[in-house]
């Protein structure tokens, strides 16, 4: 089998996962799709030094982190907002969609996300890995280089203040407005 036929059935496997992990870290579809593409394209050309012993899996989500580090590290001065108005505007004009509950479901996916970005590098990062690409615990550690039980205390302690910022925002773990936020809305 040739390097390009072994690649592109690599390529096929992990694009996906790669993708979303990038576009999370990243907080934009675009700019996930052109990391994940890096990621790749780095991991091709150094593809003579892969350890075939070594999780591929585990090698190019290292490649793509770190990328996506490099990145946030260049633009750091700059706020990624998560979702944006055309594709909004194109979630509530779909046909067969309720225009209030599109606008809804919008309005909570991006509280989540606005609270995930809002977390330090080192909870969203495993939170990242876990949620958005799929990647389990053996997984997480591998690539983020740590152990096991420390990606559970991260992955607790990144649910933690998730979950406090959700409750400060007056949002709930599912997106939607707890009483209290609806309470002092109707009352401001």
């Known amino acids: 089998m040739t390097k390009e036929v072994a690649f592109g059935e690599l390529y096929q496997t992990h694009y996906r996962q790669v993708r979303g992990l990038c576009r999370q870290l990243l907080g934009s579809t675009e700019r996930g799709e052109d990391a994940a593409q890096e990621a790749f394209m780095r991991a091709y050309t150094a593809f003579d030094r892969y350890d075939p012993n070594q999780s591929f899996g585990a090698w190019i989500m290292s490649i793509a982190r770190n990328y996506c580090f490099d990145v946030i590290r260049r633009h750091r001065t700059e706020r990624t907002l998560f979702g944006n108005e055309s594709e909004e505007a ?30 330090p590098e080192r909870y969203r990062v495993p939170l990242a890995l ?21 990606v559970g205390v991260l992955l607790c302690r990144a649910k933690q203040m998730l979950r406090q910022s959700l409750a400060d925002t007056g949002t709930d773990t599912d997106g939607r407005a707890t009483p209290n936020a609806v309470a002092e809305g109707a009352s401001s």
């Open 90 to 119: 194109a979630a509530v004009a779909a046909p067969g969609v309720d225009g209030l509950g599109a606008v809804l479901t919008t309005e909570r996916a991006s509280a989540v996300n606005v609270a995930v970005a809002k977390l």
């Open 130 to 150: 876990a949620y958005y690409a799929d990647a389990d615990y053996d997984e997480i550690a591998t690539t983020l280089g740590i152990t096991r039980t420390h």
